[in-house]
């Protein structure tokens, strides 16, 4: 185990390496001058070059990416051209915002689609089977931003259920405001912001976990060791839970870690309209505005978080098979 852990470590290194070359790359192809952005058209040509100079625009991209390389090493990653603010700093205040949102998604996406696709598998073609199979076709169908404003225009306006837009206080800290004062209205606030956007991110990874489940069951089922756990007599809830759904978990084990690549993404959208202030509506602004440093800085740790998911869950993967981690 010791050995497949160090593998997938180093392999998760050069996928890193990766990203950062290549995020670097595309975001110097982008058309446009960052210094003439900043300083506006009546800025003198002087005034560019000295600009250029400064954020060392002007020297040749492979010395700006060893650059840049070794600031990364050290945990600098630079300052916002338009924020005047240290990136890590603006990463720092932002991220716990998008992890809270991504999380919750996640679990909304494991826990519903799990359990949808458990029980559709042991009753298949019942009605159950039917409505989840609509519902989980829905979900693939119907996109994150139109998904969005539906949630917003029922849950919002027509019924006045949620709040449509805004975060409210974090989890966490509405958690200890709880423990320590006893107070638990800024929990309660907290969840009612979180629960539209998680359930609208969270609706395509739903689905897929739950489809993904549904046939991983089906097919543990019919295998040699379910058929004997029946054969001695075992009870039909234990059969499920313990022999077949264990084994059943494995590919939507690795579902989850891929999916939470869908989320991040997906998390710009479902932040940009739910106003959630994390790092999906920083990076849009970063684009938006060429601010390379912050573009930069924002797709290494969203690629770190993806790249640290992925390997806990090829070390899940092999806890839950063996036989992989001795491949």
Same mark, same amino acid.
């Given at each position: 185990? +010791?050995a497949?852990?160090?593998?997938? !470590?180093l =392999?998760?290194?050069?996928?890193?390496?990766?990203?950062?070359?290549?995020s670097?790359?595309?975001?110097?192809l982008i058309?446009?001058?960052?210094?003439?952005?900043?300083?506006?058209?009546d800025a003198?040509? =002087?005034d560019l070059?000295?600009?250029r100079g400064?954020? =060392?625009?002007?020297?040749?991209?492979?010395? /700006?990416?060893?650059n840049?390389l070794?600031?990364?090493?050290?945990?600098?990653?630079?300052?916002?051209?338009f924020?005047?603010?240290p990136?890590?700093?603006?990463?720092?205040?932002?991220?716990?915002a998008?992890? =809270?949102?991504t999380?919750a998604?996640? $679990?909304?996406a494991a826990?519903?689609?799990?359990?949808a696709?458990f029980?559709?598998?042991?009753?298949?073609?019942?009605w159950?089977?039917?409505?989840a199979?609509i519902?989980?076709?829905? +979900?693939? @169908?119907?996109?994150v931003?139109?998904?969005g404003m539906?949630? #917003?225009? #029922?849950?919002s306006?027509?019924?006045?259920w949620l709040?449509?837009?805004?975060? +409210?206080?974090?989890l966490i800290?509405?958690?200890?405001?709880?423990?320590t004062t006893?107070? +638990?209205?800024a929990l309660v606030d907290s969840?009612r912001?979180?629960?539209?956007?998680?359930?609208?991110?969270? @609706?395509? !990874?739903t689905a897929?976990i !739950?489809?993904l489940?549904?046939s991983?069951?089906?097919e543990?089922?019919?295998?040699?060791?379910?058929?004997?756990?029946?054969?001695?007599?075992?009870?039909?809830?234990t059969?499920l839970v313990?022999?077949?759904?264990?084994?059943a978990?494995?590919?939507?084990v690795?579902?989850l870690g891929l999916?939470m690549?869908v989320l991040?993404?997906g998390a710009?959208i479902?932040?940009t309209?739910f106003?959630w202030?994390?790092i999906?509506?920083?990076l849009?602004n970063?684009?938006? /505005?060429?601010?390379?440093?912050?573009?930069?800085?924002?797709?290494?740790?969203?690629a770190?978080?993806?790249?640290?998911v992925n390997?806990?869950?090829? $070390?899940?993967y092999?806890?839950?098979?063996p036989r992989?981690?001795?491949?």
């Amino acid at each position: 185990m +010791g050995a497949f852990f160090v593998r997938r !470590s180093l =392999e998760t290194l050069l996928v890193l390496f990766g990203v950062l070359l290549l995020s670097f790359t595309l975001i110097h192809l982008i058309p446009g001058d960052p210094a003439l952005v900043i300083l506006g058209t009546d800025a003198t040509p =002087e005034d560019l070059t000295r600009l250029r100079g400064l954020l =060392e625009l002007d020297r040749p991209l492979p010395i /700006q990416f060893i650059n840049h390389l070794g600031r990364i090493l050290q945990g600098d990653f630079g300052d916002s051209i338009f924020q005047h603010e240290p990136v890590g700093k603006l990463i720092r205040e932002r991220l716990p915002a998008t992890i =809270e949102l991504t999380v919750a998604s996640l $679990l909304v996406a494991a826990l519903i689609g799990s359990i949808a696709g458990f029980v559709a598998a042991t009753r298949p073609n019942s009605w159950f089977d039917s409505i989840a199979s609509i519902f989980a076709l829905a +979900g693939v @169908a119907m996109p994150v931003f139109w998904l969005g404003m539906l949630g #917003i225009l #029922i849950f919002s306006l027509w019924l006045n259920w949620l709040p449509s837009f805004g975060r +409210g206080d974090g989890l966490i800290p509405a958690m200890w405001e709880l423990i320590t004062t006893g107070s +638990g209205a800024a929990l309660v606030d907290s969840i009612r912001h979180l629960i539209m956007p998680a359930l609208v991110l969270g @609706a395509f !990874s739903t689905a897929v976990i !739950s489809r993904l489940m549904r046939s991983s069951m089906l097919e543990v089922i019919n295998l040699d060791y379910v058929r004997t756990a029946r054969a001695k007599g075992l009870a039909e809830r234990t059969v499920l839970v313990r022999h077949a759904f264990r084994n059943a978990l494995i590919p939507v084990v690795t579902m989850l870690g891929l999916q939470m690549g869908v989320l991040l993404g997906g998390a710009v959208i479902a932040e940009t309209i739910f106003a959630w202030p994390g790092i999906g509506r920083l990076l849009i602004n970063a684009i938006s /505005q060429r601010d390379y440093p912050l573009v930069q800085g924002l797709v290494i740790v969203i690629a770190f978080m993806v790249c640290l998911v992925n390997l806990a869950v090829d $070390l899940l993967y092999g806890w839950l098979n063996p036989r992989i981690a001795t491949n």
